[in-house]
């Protein structure tokens, strides 16, 4: 009997160990399960932003869209997507924006959308940085929207960079805090590479912060938003809507709260109107 139950835990460790090494060596996947998958299509989205190559630090050259602001005194507005998605998908979002007379530069990440490169923290965060340079090259005035994936990467470029405001949407206090949720089973903290520690930049955001996302968020719990407002200074502001969930946040109410927050920016605009 006792040398069953030796065999029996030795089964359990050894299929341990292999669910482990799996997590570990498929993490990329699971962060970033786009990679190398062919671009979505939004037709009116390509018809009214222009197809724009930048180059990041490190070499690469990615395309992403851009739309002036309809005069100098509105600011361009950068949105950095979810992981499980690309830059057409904010599509609904950015032609809103454009209605509202705002600039919007789309960014894209390395191996998303048929960009060269694989993704991971760094060059995500290479990739942001060349966005932003873009942007501030033709607008003075720049504001950052993250959404989920996309939040650590704007919380990472505002902690760098002047901006006018950051909106995050979705956003959690890290990676790791998520992945050690949903994989309780496994020492996630010791096993990510990749980390996006927004919870401990957003301190250093000197720029007025909007948070926003769903009391029904299944993917990042909604004490993620709490946390990250707690933790940011100065003119913060935070919405929970009520029965959104990871991927309705902006047509269940979201999208009030961000253009009140932006026309508070300049009083003189009032993007509800238009």
């Known amino acids: 009997m006792r040398e069953v139950l030796w065999l029996l835990l030795a089964a359990i460790a050894l299929m341990y160990a292999v669910a ?13 399960p786009l990679e190398q998958i062919e671009a979505f299509k939004n037709a009116e989205l390509e018809a009214r932003t222009e197809r724009i190559g930048i180059r990041t630090e490190d070499d690469l050259e990615l395309t992403v869209r851009y739309k002036a602001p309809s005069d100098d005194t509105a600011p361009t507005v950068i949105l950095f997507h979810g992981n499980g998605e690309d ?3 904010r599509g609904h979002i950015a032609l809103e924006m454009i209605d509202a007379g705002y600039g ?7 191996g998303y959308g048929g960009n060269p490169g694989r993704p991971h923290e760094a060059g ?17 005035r720049i504001v950052l929207h993250g959404y ?14 002047r901006i006018e405001a950051l ?10 805090d998520v992945a050690a949720k949903r994989f309780w089973l496994f020492p996630v903290r010791l ?13 250093s955001v000197d720029a007025p912060v909007l948070i926003y996302g ?5 993917v990042i719990p909604p004490a993620h938003f709490r946390r990250l407002f707690d933790a940011a200074r100065g003119d913060k502001h935070l919405a929970l809507i009520e029965d959104a969930d990871h991927l309705d946040v902006w047509t269940m109410g979201g999208r009030e709260h961000v253009m009140r927050f932006l026309a508070s920016l300049h009083p003189a605009r009032d993007p509800l109107k238009a």
């Open 20 to 32: 482990l090494a799996g997590l570990y060596w498929l993490q990329g996947r699971l962060v970033y």
């Open 87 to 89: 830059l057409a998908q």
């Open 104 to 110: 919007v530069l789309l960014a894209e990440y390395r």
């Open 124 to 140: 995500l965060y290479a990739d942001a940085r060349a966005a932003y340079a873009y942007a501030a090259a033709h607008s003075s």
């Open 148 to 161: 989920s994936l996309g939040s650590g990467v704007a919380v990472q470029l505002a902690s760098e960079v």
């Open 167 to 176: 909106m995050l949407e979705a956003p959690f206090t890290s990676i790791v």
């Open 191 to 203: 096993l990510a590479r990749d980390r996006y520690e927004s919870l401990a930049k957003i301190a």
């Open 214 to 218: 769903g009391t029904k968020d299944g």
